[in-house]
Antibody, heavy 121, light 109 residues
Framework: QVQLVQSGGEVKKPGASVKVSCKASGYTFINYGLSWIRQAPGGRLEWMGWISAFNGNTDYAQNLRGRVTMTTDKSTTSGYMELRSLRSDDTAVYYC???????????????WGQGTVVSVS | VVMTQSPLSLPVTLGQPASISCTSSQNLVYSDGKIYLNWFLQRPGQSPRRLIYKVSNRDPGVPDRFTGSGSGTTFTLKISRVEAEDVGVYYCMQGTDWPRTFGQGTRLE
């Protein structure tokens, strides 16, 4: 079945970097993209950015530009989200979700990963 | 685009109806004439799950007691008869404009 499986939880110190992976299966990876969304403890969902698995195009939330990089690997059908210069307010559950392969395409977010807890302390 | 939900907390009795409102700071009609407004449910301890896409289309497996409606800047999710499995936080999200934005969430309890 269609699923996204994320890497395990991380504990990081302020100033460090974290890289979360998202392994896709059950569908043709390059026909879609991935969005990354995070949720601070007790908070709302915050969209972080999007990457096309088709052509590698990206778009990042303005408040994260310069600190976040999203990539994909077609050979392993995986997506990656790296966040640098971590601060305590980056503590959150990080989700990947299937999305459109094109910037002008139909937004999806129809399949979500199980989430990865990142704690910065 | 700022998405605003109300109420933020919604106590309900099993078997009774429930309604959640979501308003956007801009008209969500895209250049193709469609409105990209989705609804998600996040059950306790789980990832969000999409229930409704493009205002009123139910995802596979979503019971027909869930109904989405609306246009322009005002949208509603209605549950005709609440069941125990409906408990959780409901989010609206717009995908018409970048960045994608979510409402604050409505806790159904």
């Amino acid at each position: 079945q269609v699923q996204l499986v994320q890497s395990g939880g991380e504990v990081k110190k302020p100033g460090a970097s974290v890289k979360v992976s998202c392994k896709a299966s059950g569908y043709t990876f390059i026909n879609y993209g991935l969005s990354w969304i995070r949720q601070a403890p007790g908070g709302r969902l915050e969209w972080m950015g999007w990457i096309s698995a088709f052509n590698g195009n990206t778009d990042y939330a303005q408040n994260l530009r310069g600190r976040v990089t999203m990539t994909t690997d077609k050979s392993t059908t995986s997506g990656y989200m790296e966040l640098r210069s971590l601060r305590s307010d980056d503590t959150a559950v990080y989700y990947c979700a299937r999305d459109t392969p094109f910037y002008t395409g139909v937004p999806l977010l129809d399949v979500w990963g199980q989430g990865t807890v990142v704690s910065v302390s | 685009v700022v998405m605003t939900q109300s109420p933020l907390s919604l106590p309900v009795t099993l078997g009774q109806p429930a309604s959640i409102s979501c308003t956007s700071s801009q008209n969500l009609v895209y250049s193709d004439g469609k409105i990209y407004l989705n609804w998600f449910l996040q059950r306790p301890g789980q990832s969000p799950r999409r229930l409704i896409y493009k205002v009123s289309n139910r995802d596979p497996g979503v019971p027909d007691r869930f109904t989405g409606s609306g246009s322009g800047t005002t949208f509603t999710l209605k549950i005709s008869r609440v069941e125990a499995e409906d408990v959780g936080v409901y989010y609206c999200m717009q995908g018409t404009d970048w960045p994608r934005t979510f409402g604050q969430g409505t806790r159904l309890e």
